[in-house]
């Protein structure tokens, strides 16, 4: 079920599946789309929340290349949208960069996340990274710099433009390039009007030029969420260091590598992962 709701001065788009007399899973990302549909499927027994954060999809947008908020703001949103649904308390997954956010709500709003899964995603915000943790892969980041422009009025450009984007991003010989289109095809089926809402959904480009505030990875050591690190082994744009870093900082964090699997989550890794994050959010085990 698809709704807006108002959270603060915003209105957020909200996909939901599921009882809401189940345990809540909040699925942040930088759409909907962003969690395929196929995964959350698999997600059964839980009240499954996905959202378009503020300038993506079918929320409000205004500039996504010159955001008037931070990423602080981006927080307060998710916090924002459980009042607006009810939920005292949820588990919390982000993926990539959605896993900023996942991490300052966990460190921020301790009561209000119940687990934390981080997939896909990095201890430190955009930008330079630090000294001990791998950076962008310098080939992969060659190859976006020397791609083919995409005209992001049309439709096949910007889905050509996003296949071949993927196929770097997953540096994996199992890579399905009709998946990625019908990934890409979804996501440019939720953007709106403006013309950077695309590039956003598809790139995450808001980050780029996102205020992110001070550090958090100092302060990982303070989460207390049971935490669940999920990530592909050969991911090329956060490198899987990045992972064994968050789960040797955040305390009794637990990590998944998947094999074959690089900065997406294809179908062939849906049914390992649906079962982590089932197991990881048993209520047994959080006591839910």
Not at 183 to 207: D, I, K
Not at 251 to 269: H, Q, S
Request: charged residues 20%; negative net charge; proline residues 8%.
């Amino acid at each position: 079920m698809e709704t807006l709701l108002p959270v603060g001065d915003v209105e957020l788009c909200v996909d939901t599946l599921g009882s809401p007399a189940d345990p809540a899973l909040l699925l942040i990302g930088t759409t909907v789309a962003a969690w395929d549909d196929a995964l959350v499927e698999r997600l059964t027994g839980r009240f499954v929340v996905r959202y378009d954060p503020r300038d993506a999809g079918r929320s409000t947008t205004v500039d996504p290349d010159a955001p008037g908020y931070t990423l602080r703001d981006l927080v307060t949103d998710a916090v924002g949208l459980l009042d607006a649904l009810g939920i005292a308390r949820a588990h919390v997954a982000g993926l990539a960069t959605g896993g900023f956010v996942a991490q300052l709500l966990a460190l921020d709003h301790p009561s209000r996340v119940a687990s934390l899964v981080l997939v896909g995603t990095r201890p430190v915000a955009p930008g330079p990274t630090d000294a001990d943790l791998p950076e962008h892969a310098p080939a992969v980041m060659a190859r976006f710099r020397d791609a083919a422009p995409i005209d992001w009025t049309d439709r096949t450009s910007v889905l050509d433009g996003a296949v071949a984007r993927a196929r770097v991003l997953s540096a994996s010989p199992g890579f399905d390039a009709d998946e990625a289109r019908a990934r890409a095809a979804a996501v440019l089926g939720r953007s709106g009007p403006h013309p950077a809402s695309a590039r956003n959904g598809l790139l995450g480009t808001v980050f780029a030029a996102l205020g992110c505030g001070s550090r958090w990875r100092e302060r990982l050591g303070a989460i207390t969420a049971p935490t669940l690190v999920v990530h592909g082994a050969a991911d090329p744009f956060f490198p899987v260091g990045n992972a064994r870093a968050l789960a040797a900082e955040i305390p009794g964090a637990t990590l998944l590598v998947l094999d074959d699997v690089g900065a997406e989550l294809p179908r062939r890794a849906h049914a390992e992962v649906a079962a982590a994050l089932l197991a990881h959010t048993a209520p047994s085990r959080q006591g839910l």
